[in-house]
């Protein structure tokens, strides 16, 4: 599933072609399953901008309409000078920047992802629904505390999965936040130590901007950007799909399920 180091880089790279003037839209006969609200009125609007919280792409319209787009698993968008014809291509908009011509489309093979097109009330109270981005200044290491310590039964990377709380993470990122503060995922968060909770706030940072700094994280038949092409964070990672740990290079990665998800750790590097 594209995470934050991902849907980042998609941002910045449709932005690459903003603002926008929508000429015409195309749907696929299934993109129902995708897009849960009424999409209409885009002819002659401007995407002035693409904005992101957590997972979500937030298209600014000129008209103070948003078109919010969740990913799912498979989702992505493609920027293009000629009509994308990728299959599972499930929305392309045709438009005008700078007075090129140019095609920006949603392809989702598996349609998990969702879309909506809302006026500026509602698109604010969805996007209200997600906790702290992890790239927002808000994201202060007092309100990452805080939310970290909410539930104190729960196992920590269980917590750190939460949107409610912070917007942006998924399973590799918390498998890896987990891997570079030496932390187990499987401890309860009510055990965690004043220190351990600096060190898990400390490699949200590492984990997020060493992914993005190489285009996101591709894994087989997984997230490709605007272009077609893969992310290099695989070579980021130490511990996420890995058969050796790669902080101590010596000891075999565990993997154990947590919340329905792989979850994978060092028993040597991680306590």
Known sequence: MPELPEVETIKNQLNLVTPFTIKSFARSNVSDSIIHTKID????????EVQRKGKMLNFLLSDNRHILSHLGMTGGWRISKEKVIEKHTHLQLTGECDGEKIYIAYVDPRRFGHMYLYNKK??????????????????????????????????????LLDQSLFAGTGNYIANEICARAFVLPHRKVKSLKESEIKKLYKSVFIVIDGATETGGTTFAGGYADTTGSVGGGVNHLVVFYQKICQMCRRNEVKKITLGQRGTYYCPKCQN
């Open 41 to 48: 009125k885009l002819k002659g609007k401007i995407i002035l």
């Open 122 to 159: 509602d698109a604010q109270n969805k996007l209200n629904e997600l906790g702290e981005d992890l790239k927002s200044p808000d994201f202060t290491y007092s309100y990452f505390k805080e939310k970290v310590l909410k539930y104190p039964e729960r196992f920590i990377k269980v917590t």
